[in-house]
């Protein structure tokens, strides 16, 4: 490589285009995405269950690898993604204009079972310790800001969802078991068992099986677990 070349200004991870940022794309993360072992149970789930044209409702947007993944190799028909960290609502564009990725929906709020006022989220000097915690290094807080709820069973009825993919930090257990979740034909959960205990987890495949769905071990790995109708 010639050294007076220019330097992209882009990773590339899974075949996708993955921006440069200095808070981010940092130390383990990057090692990660250079070696496509990023979210690599996720992206192993996704490729063997969701098919082109599916609708995902995603819950916990990241750094926008996953909805990125979606709309680029798995062809999805749209995706509506939630993400509660304000300070990574720009990357998570920036990501999808790199990879021309036009039909994901991206909204920095949490759902909820119910209507709630705005939560306080802080944002510290590590974007990715960002949280709805103050009393975890209060000292690294830059900014603090309101982010809202929206209604769990409204957001369902709206996009009718085929496809759920969550990772919310262990939110799982209280939120899914709230809604109908009827109308999927797969599901690919993390979980957070260190959180939320054995109770916890039940309560999420409770909720699956309420659905129809059924825990699907060829694309289930560890704490990620898949929930497919029909196989």
Not at 17 to 32: N, S
Not at 138 to 159: G, K, N, W
């Amino acid at each position: 490589m010639d050294p007076a070349a220019p330097r992209s200004p882009f990773l590339r991870s899974r075949g996708l285009l993955i921006p440069k940022h200095p808070q981010i794309t940092t130390g383990r993360l990057r090692a990660a995405l250079r070696s496509d072992s990023y979210e690599r149970k996720e992206c192993d789930a996704v490729a063997r269950v969701v098919q082109e044209g599916d609708v995902v409702l995603e819950l916990g947007g990241g750094i926008g690898y996953m909805s990125t993944l979606l709309s680029v190799t798995r062809r999805v028909a749209r995706v509506t993604s939630y993400e509660a960290n304000p300070a990574l609502i720009p990357y998570i564009r920036s990501m999808h204009a790199a990879n021309g990725v036009t039909n994901v929906d991206l909204h920095n709020a949490l759902l909820s079972p119910e209507p709630g006022s705005p939560v306080a989220f802080h944002v510290r000097r590590n974007l990715l310790a960002s949280s709805m915690d103050r009393d975890s290094d209060p000292d690294s807080i830059t900014r603090t800001v309101q982010v809202p709820h929206q209604p769990l069973a409204e957001v369902l009825a709206q996009m009718c969802p085929t496809v759920l993919v969550c990772d919310i930090e262990g939110a799982e257990a209280d939120l899914l078991p709230a809604g109908d979740w009827s109308g999927l034909r797969v599901a690919v959960i993390e979980l957070h068992p260190q959180w939320i205990g054995q109770a916890g987890v039940q309560a999420v495949f409770d909720a699956m099986h309420r659905a129809g769905l059924s825990y699907y071990p060829k694309a289930s790995e560890a704490k990620v677990v898949t929930f497919r109708k029909g196989w």
